[in-house]
């Protein structure tokens, strides 16, 4: 009896020691998300930097190829040289596309100093464009543009603004290049 009920608790034992204490992988298949704290990934394109992600957590689900971060700062390379960075509350970036969207007091810096300020904005990758139907605040110089959506490029060149406000910092020059 003794003997039988030892075999019964080792059997008991060893069938509780499975696979559930492996570790999590990017490549585990039946994991439906992974998360961690302290997230880095740098984007490459043929072994170039185009882009690095920091954030203070990430999940990841590899299924629905998403990762989706939290309290996130990105940074933009252009032939490995910083050329723009962002900040944001979350955001999520679609591992098939590298399409990002990130939303909450989106902060973006390009090093020229140009800014902009919007609650959400999504990156394009194919199109190479950011894009909000938000409002959006685009400062560049001493000129302040503001408006209801918009489209632009990464360094914040050739920005296309949608319901429209602007102030004009010199007024002076403004007439003067109305004359012309």
């Not at 696979?19 to 992988?25: F, H, L, M, P, T």
């Not at 394009?124 to 001493?142: C, F, P, S």
């Amino acid at each position: 009896m003794v003997k039988n009920l030892f075999l019964v608790i080792i059997v008991l034992f060893f069938s509780g020691c499975g696979d559930s204490g492996k570790k999590a992988s990017l490549t585990d298949k039946s994991r439906e998300v992974v998360t961690m704290r302290g997230f880095h990934m740098v984007q490459t394109e043929l072994g170039i930097k185009k882009y690095e992600i920091d954030a203070a957590e990430a999940s990841i689900n590899p299924k629905a190829k998403i990762i989706r971060f939290f309290n996130v700062t990105t940074k933009y390379y252009d032939k490995e040289k910083e050329v723009a960075n962002m900040k944001s509350d979350t955001g999520f970036i679609r591992t098939d596309t590298n399409d990002m969207d990130v939303k909450g007091n989106v902060l973006m810096t390009t090093m020229d100093g140009s800014r902009l300020e919007t609650s959400s904005l999504t990156w394009n990758n194919k199109k190479g464009k950011l894009l909000t139907n938000e409002y959006v605040k685009v400062i560049k110089g001493g000129n302040i543009m503001e408006g209801v959506g918009m489209e632009s490029d990464l360094m914040l060149e050739n920005v296309t603004l949608k319901k429209v406000s602007t102030k004009i910092s010199d007024l002076d020059a403004f007439k003067e290049e109305k004359k012309k």
